[in-house]
């Protein structure tokens, strides 16, 4: 580890640890059963459980971990729609209903997550202060003004192309060729949103219990047994909430989940005066990299929190960190000297279409696969199937109505990753 590269008290963990560290609920007892058992209580179980526990059922969430261990307390904090694939790929796809109705609810997962903070006055710095998508080669600029024109004025997003020539009131760098403002995108401080929302399942009256793995799920003739780690108990309905880190409990799901590694640095913080020339603005930031680099303020705009996939296999966040501070730099050379504090990694639940996919099976239900776009997702699919599981929601999410694809042979384990990576840093550098 070179020295001069991390502070003294340099942390390989979250930066958003420092105020919102995963909950002990390790003392919690297991109660014998339970109407609802949630497990995993990152995003998509902590707003499910709020919908389930608010309609009277009695409501359990398990966690492995300290809750909100996973992802959800890892993550670069950028509020985004959420669908990856572009209208005309999901149109070939699924055709053009399904398309649209996908595309209109990553609009309603943005939709909600501005609903849940404002109904709910969670403190956690939630704002609108769109992305800025820089296009790291000159013709995928010309793409994406192309796109800009069919699509997003089309589906009256509101986004806009800013040209290289005009960069500087977005960004101080040379690296982009310009890029596109989503001005609807927003930031949330990751520190404060899942221990606010966990506050509000506990006042719901579910009960959480972490440090508690799901061992198995067998059915029953009404409901499942559900072995843990900490004892056996009954559930009338279960709701999987695991995302990236779907392990052996269900098999169906685990061979449906790719988990990827990705990478985040804090520096340490700023000269003020560079901060403000770098970054003119508050917005969240990202490339057209296939490797994509996403980066943005601390919500005290006093630190880069950077974050990309720097390695092939997955590596220890201390070896990533000087990965990352070398691709940092080479956007912002100004930051040589910038120190790094904090360096992690999280697994995103990737799948194999690209797209987000829940639903139900008998009193089994899921929500997963959010490719690393998911504190809207999340949240928004976590309520969608907890109303489900609660009798609310009869309406299908068009989620669901898509087939949640695998592959022949995987069960879970990416073996083809490192390739991948390889390859999708070879189209990076050459745009193919
Ligand atoms: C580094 C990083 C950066 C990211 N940046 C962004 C971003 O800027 N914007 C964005 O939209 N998305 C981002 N994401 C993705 C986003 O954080 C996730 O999509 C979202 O948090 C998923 O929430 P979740 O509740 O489904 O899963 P998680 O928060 O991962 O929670 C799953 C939980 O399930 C538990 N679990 C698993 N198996 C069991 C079991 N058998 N028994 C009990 N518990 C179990 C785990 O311990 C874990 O706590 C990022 C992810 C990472 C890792």
């Known amino acids: 580890m070179s020295a001069a590269l991390f502070t003294d008290d340099f942390k390989a963990a979250p930066y958003w640890w420092e105020t919102g560290a995963p909950a002990d609920f390790s003392k919690t007892l297991l109660p014998s059963e339970a109407d609802v058992v949630v497990v995993g209580a990152g995003y998509t179980g902590l707003n499910a459980a709020l919908q389930t526990a608010r309609a009277g059922l009695s409501t359990l969430v398990l966690d492995a971990e300290a809750a909100g261990w996973g992802c959800s307390t890892r993550n670069g904090g950028q509020v985004s729609t959420s669908v990856k694939p572009s209208l005309s790929t999901l149109q070939k796809r699924h055709g053009s209903t399904i398309a649209r109705a996908l595309l209109e609810e990553g609009q309603a997962s943005l939709d909600y997550m501005h609903a849940l903070v404002r109904d709910e006055q969670l403190d956690c710095d939630f704002r609108e202060t769109g992305r800025f998508h820089g296009a790291h080669l000159p013709h995928l600029y010309d793409t994406m003004a192309a796109e800009c024109e069919t699509g997003h004025k089309v589906w009256n997003t509101g986004a806009y192309m800013v040209p290289k020539a005009e960069m500087d009131r977005e960004l101080a760098t040379d690296a982009y060729h310009g890029g596109m403002v989503f001005p609807h995108h927003c930031s949330i401080d990751v520190g404060k949103y899942h221990p606010a929302l966990l506050n509000k399942v506990v006042k719901a009256g579910a009960i959480v219990k972490s440090h508690c793995p799901v061992v198995s799920l067998e059915r029953l003739a009404s409901g499942f047994r559900v072995l843990t780690k900490c004892g056996a108990m009954k559930a009338g309905k279960v709701i999987l909430a695991t995302n990236g880190y779907s392990g052996p409990l269900s098999p169906d799901h685990q061979r449906r989940i790719i988990p990827i590694g990705s990478y985040v640095i804090a520096t340490e913080e700023l000269d003020q005066a560079l901060v403000d020339r770098l970054f003119p603005t508050d917005r969240i930031l990202s490339d057209t990299r296939k490797l994509v680099y996403y980066y943005r303020l601390s919500p005290d705009r006093k630190r880069l929190l950077f974050g990309g996939r720097v390695s092939l296999n997955e590596t220890d966040p201390a070896k990533s960190a000087i990965r990352l501070h070398q691709d940092m730099t080479a956007l912002f050379p100004e930051l040589k000297r910038a120190r790094i504090s904090h360096s992690w990694m999280g697994f995103v639940g990737y799948t194999f279409d690209t797209l987000a996919h829940c639903g139900e099976d008998k ?34 999410s068009a989620f669901e109505q898509i087939t949640f694809p695998t592959r022949p042979l995987y069960t879970g384990n990416p073996w083809f990753l490192a390739p991948s990576v390889l390859v999708f840093r070879l189209r990076d550098r050459f745009g193919i």
């Not at 696969?369 to 976590?382: H, N, P």
């Open 363 to 396: 009193g089994l239900f899921h929500a997963m696969g959010y490719c690393g776009s998911g504190v809207g997702m999340a949240s928004y699919l976590g309520m969608r199937m907890g109303r489900k599981a609660a009798g609310l929601e009869t309406e299908p």
